[in-house]
């Protein structure tokens, strides 16, 4: 179950990053100041992605209060991979032989971590 909770709080820092992207794609920053404030403060892609992080937040405390940190914080390593996952699928960012044998790094480091 810990596990799990992990897996949610990593997955929701990675879709902040998403959402986070995403704002930042739809924030006008030119103009007068107030208007630039203004924009950033309606966008709601912003909102999204720090309330995606503040709920990952409070997962991830429950994690540490549960696990110990020298196998919790590896696998915060696996947002990497499911950020590059959205970034191709939902971005259409590239996918080469490089990000791949980076993401197998990622995961097989972060299981030989948590079976040690």
Known sequence: MIYLLAFISILLGAVAQ???KMGMMHWELKGPIGDI???GLSN???WGGLFCYGV???FWLYVLS????SKAYPMVSLGYVITLLIGYFLLNEPLNPS??????????????IARG
């Not at 549960?66 to 940190?69: S, V």
């Not at 044998?101 to 299981?111: D, F, K």
Request: proline letters at 0%; glycine letters at 6%.
């Open 37 to 39: 404030l203004k924009s």
């Open 56 to 58: 990952s937040l409070l």
């Open 44 to 46: 709601y892609y912003l």
């Open 66 to 69: 549960r696990m110990e940190l």
């Open 99 to 112: 990000k791949i044998a980076g993401i197998l790094l990622i995961v097989a480091g972060v299981c030989f």
């Open 18 to 20: 998403y959402f986070l």
